[in-house]
């Protein structure tokens, strides 16, 4: 247990839907992150918050769009996905920048 | 801009032999240096990092690494391998940018 929830696990969507990814944390963590990580690929970072503020977007295309409402939940939105975007999402969460970040189990996403 | 390089995508060992997963890095400033593991349908959990001080560091699971500055390298290493072991590897980096950035994973295969 890493003290990061992401649901839900397993996601399948088509590419006309609309869905969001969860993730919760209940450690007291100042910042989290969404990162993509896709088979035979290095773990790509999406999106970075501090402190609840977007710090960091890492050319992510506009279909994705980060909610950070508090300091514990983050949200991924997807809509209109394309096939390419099948992978394991995965979030995770630090105390500050500079510290060690703690994973949730990701969430597998799967377009059809 | 900062990177880390895991040059082997697989490495195999007899269980009860020492393995080393090697990383080297590239950054400006001092290092902060992370190793993690994933295992399979998890997200990543963190091993071990180097901040300052002793270049051997201990971790999780019987799990050491050296920083060796003058190589640039942060290579992962435990004494005698066990087939529960057998996992993905990521060795992490943060520079002056405050940004943490993932080698492309070293798979290990630890055999009966």
Known sequence: ?112 | AQSVAQPEDQVNVAEGNPLTVKCTYSVSGNPYLFWYVQYPNRGLQFLLKYITGDNLVKGSYGFEAEFNKSQTSFHLKKPSALVSDSALYFCAVIGAGNMLTFGGGTRLMVKP
């Open chain 1, 1 to 112: 247990e890493t003290g990061v929830t992401q649901t839900p696990r397993h996601l399948v969507m088509g590419m006309t839907n609309k869905k969001s990814l969860k993730c919760e944390q209940h450690l007291g963590h100042n910042a989290m992150y969404w990162y993509k990580q896709s088979a035979k690929k290095p773990l790509e970072l999406m999106f970075v918050y501090n402190f609840k503020e977007q710090t960091e977007n890492n050319s992510v295309p506009s279909r994705f769009s980060p909610e950070c409402p508090n300091s514990s939940h983050l949200f991924l939105h997807l809509h209109t996905l394309q096939p390419e975007d099948s992978a394991l999402y995965l979030c995770a969460s630090s105390p500050g920048s500079n510290q060690p970040q703690h994973f949730g189990d990701g969430t597998r996403l799967s377009i059809l």
